[in-house]
């Protein structure tokens, strides 16, 4: 009989890995959960050091948000938004706008982070569009920039390994580095091209976690806001808590015009994703059916009542857990470990840091050697799962994280590093 590892070697081609080494590798199988560990099919288990890919954020198998999605099991699992309305698709859009930076009063439903940031770019040129200004059709993104894997969404990506292959795919756009100086002369000379900046707000996540100079984002919005840009907020990797507030945004007091949600909407239980928008914005698509305003854009599972659901009972949470007034004593007592564990060994070049997120750089080492990779699997053998990106080790734990786990967590990637870069 073929075992699970059989058929997955077989049958399956994994994101963002190359086949010819994982075929000939002994895939870890999981195939449970509870609350911040997985358990593999030996039993073994293994603390979620990146969130299971930065959405777990109340850890796995909460009651909750179990009995949510069962309770509306039992109701219905899934009804178009096409022409219907839901109520946890409506009720998640309260609670949204609700928590949201003050401004935003809108949200169109998607399934995952490369869609909601599809959603804002053809939005934003929309309504220019709708204003006579179509020549505005034009994109600034910043350098090392990560939106998703879609080809609007590469198109203002920056990542040379992941990008450069389709740049001839791709719509042109401007590439600026994250400063307000840079931003000022661009937009001073061709702002009557541009419908928008995009930015990842205050921590660039796939770049390595990378911080934007402080004021940044303030002075950015500000700079748009001069110019008649939009500014577009991916809140993907940053948003429900990572960075120590609900929305990055808000470390900035910054209102984007457009905001996209998705890995920790549902807690990290379904993929479900939102873009957020002004009223201006919404109003400029108001017309008559002739006047062809209408934003002609859907994704089938839009709005899914099962994830809506869960990310009802994921927002119960952060209330009832109070998670953002407990989440300094832990980014505290993660930063004091990282200072006294990681930060002096001999490997490490660097550590950067912003709430619950962290990029530990190594090296610099050579691309062959793999670094990263090495150490994040020699983590599995000290019961931790993480997943780096190049020579940078993420860490990037549930916001259900606790201080004994925070040890447990930094320990083994102490650990890993001193193992493998000896
Ligand atoms: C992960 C990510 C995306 C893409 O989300 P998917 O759900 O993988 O499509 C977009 N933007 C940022 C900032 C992300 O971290």
């Known amino acids: 009989m073929s075992t699970i590892a059989d058929l997955d070697r077989q049958y399956v081609w994994h994101p963002f890995t190359q086949m010819r080494d994982w075929i000939s590798d002994d895939p870890l199988v999981i195939e449970r959960a509870q609350g911040n560990y997985l358990f593999d099919q030996d039993g073994r288990r293994y603390l979620d050091g990146v969130s299971s890919l930065w ?15 069962r309770s509306q099991l039992d109701r219905v699992a899934h009804t178009t938004l096409l022409g219907l309305a839901s109520p946890p698709a409506a009720q998640l859009a309260e609670r949204l706008i609700r928590i949201a930076p003050p401004g935003l009063a809108k949200v169109f439903y998607s399934d995952s982070g490369s869609t909601a940031v599809e959603v804002a770019l053809k939005m934003a040129y929309q309504y220019f569009h709708h204003r ?9 993104a910043l350098e090392q920039a990560y939106h998703g894997d879609t080809l609007g969404a590469v198109s203002v990506g920056g990542i040379e390994l992941f990008h450069q292959l389709f740049a001839p795919l791709l719509m042109p756009c401007y590439r600026i580095p994250s400063r307000a100086d840079a931003l000022a002369a661009l937009l001073a000379e061709h702002a009557d091209q541009i419908a928008a900046l995009i930015v990842e707000p205050i921590v660039q996540a796939a770049a390595g976690i990378q911080l934007a100079p402080t004021g940044f984002l303030r002075d950015a919005a500000e700079l748009c806001r001069q110019h008649d840009v939009l500014l577009i907020a991916d809140e993907v990797a940053t948003g429900f808590g990572r960075t120590g507030r609900m929305f990055a945004c808000e470390h900035e007091g910054v209102t984007p015009d457009l905001m996209a949600l998705a890995k920790g909407l549902t807690g990290g239980y379904l993929p479900l994703a939102a873009t957020l928008a002004t009223q201006p914005i919404f109003d400029a698509f108001l017309g008559a059916h002739a006047d062809r305003k209408t934003f002609f854009h859907g994704h089938t599972y839009t709005g899914n009542a099962l994830a809506c659901a869960a990310a009802l009972a994921s927002l119960d949470l952060f209330e009832r857990d109070q998670v953002l007034a407990r989440l300094p004593d832990q980014i505290a007592r993660l930063q004091a470990e990282l200072g006294h564990h990681i930060l002096p060994l001999r490997a490490v070049a660097q550590i950067r840091h912003k709430g619950l997120m962290v990029g530990i750089e190594l090296g610099p080492f050579r691309f062959e050697e793999a670094t990263g990779a090495r150490v994040c699997r020699a983590a599995r053998r000290h019961g931790v799962i993480l997943r780096p990106l190049g020579d940078v080790i993420v860490l990037m734990p549930p916001l259900s994280i606790t201080l004994d786990e925070i040890g447990e967590l930094v320990a083994a990637t102490r650990a890993a590093i001193v193992e493998t870069c000896a």
């Open 55 to 69: 959405v777990t954020v109340h850890g796995h198998r909460r009651p909750e948000i179990d009995d949510a999605i």
């Open 132 to 140: 006579g200004r179509s020549r505005k059709l034009r994109f600034v």
